[in-house]
C-alpha cells in the first residue's frame, strides 16, 4: 500500500523518473542494507537521468537532422583525413564549450554530413540545444521570414542555438542577398554559439575567414 501511494504521489509531482524506478530501487535498497540517503540518492539520480534523457529527445527532434547517425557508427577503417584522437576531441564538444565553429571538407561521399549530424546529436544527448541546415533551405526559410516581415526575429532565434549545423555549403554561387543573409547570421552568432558547415567547395581562403574555428 505504502509504495502505491509513494508512486502516485511522485506521478502526481510529475517525478517520473521516481515513479518508474521506485519499486527496483527499493528492492535494491532492501538487498544491499542501503540507508534511506543512499536510496534516496539513488532515486533522485534515477529522476535527473530521465529528465536528461527527455530533454534530448525534444532536442533532437527539434534538430530535424536529415539522417540518423551516431558517432560510434563512423567508419574508420578507411583515411578520411580524422585521427581516432581528433574524433574523440570533437565528441567531448568542447569547441562548442568555447563558442568555436567546425568547418567540415570533403567529396561526396565522404561522410561530412554522418560527421556533422553524428557529432549533434551526441550534443542532444548532452542537453545542448542544436539545429540542422542544409544552406539552400536555409534561403528558402529566410524568404519565407521576409514575407512575413519577421527577417530579424527568425536570424535570432537560429542565433540562440548552442550549434548551428549548416550542411552543403557553396554547391552554387550565392546571390548578393543570400551571401548578406550568411553574413549576418555568422555575425549575429560569433562568440555566441557554434556553427558546424559541411562543404564540398575549394577551401582556398576559407582559413583566413572562417575565423575562431577549426577546419579539416
Known amino acids: 500500500m505504502i509504495n502505491d501511494q509513494l508512486k502516485s504521489a511522485a506521478h502526481s509531482l510529475r517525478l517520473f523518473g521516481v515513479h518508474a524506478n521506485f ?3 527499493a528492492h535494491q535498497a532492501a538487498g544491499q542494507g542501503l540507508n534511506h540517503l543512499e ?3 539513488l532515486l533522485l539520480e534515477d529522476e535527473v537521468l530521465q529528465r536528461k534523457e527527455r530533454v534530448a529527445k525534444a532536442m533532437t527532434t527539434r534538430a530535424k537532422f536529415r539522417i540518423n547517425a551516431d558517432l560510434e557508427d563512423w567508419d574508420q577503417t578507411f583515411d578520411r583525413g580524422l585521427t581516432k584522437t581528433k574524433l574523440r576531441e570533437l565528441s567531448s564538444h568542447a569547441f562548442v564549450q568555447s563558442n568555436e565553429n567546425l568547418l567540415i571538407l ?3 561521399g ?7 549530424v553524428a557529432l ?15 544552406v539552400n533551405f536555409l534561403f528558402e526559410e529566410v524568404h519565407a521570414a521576409r514575407a512575413a516581415g519577421k527577417y530579424l526575429p527568425y536570424i535570432k ?5 548552442g550549434a548551428l549545423i549548416l550542411d552543403d555549403f557553396g554547391l552554387r554561387n550565392y546571390t548578393h542577398e543570400e551571401a548578406n543573409v550568411l553574413v549576418d ?10 556553427v ?7 577551401p582556398r581562403g576559407w582559413k583566413m575567414s572562417f575565423r575562431s574555428g577549426q577546419i579539416f
Do not use: M, W, Y
Open 39 to 41: 536510496f534516496l540518492k
Open 110 to 116: 565522404e561522410g561530412k554530413t554522418h560527421l556533422a
Open 196 to 202: 558546424i558547415v559541411t562543404s564540398q567547395a575549394d
Open 185 to 194: 547570421l555568422l555575425e549575429d552568432r560569433h562568440r555566441k554559439g557554434s
Open 23 to 25: 519499486e527496483k530501487r
Open 106 to 108: 570533403g567529396k561526396t
Open 157 to 161: 532565434r537560429l542565433s540562440a542555438v
Open 120 to 134: 549533434g546529436r551526441r550534443l542532444c544527448a548532452d542537453n545542448i540545444s542544436t539545429l540542422f541546415l542544409p
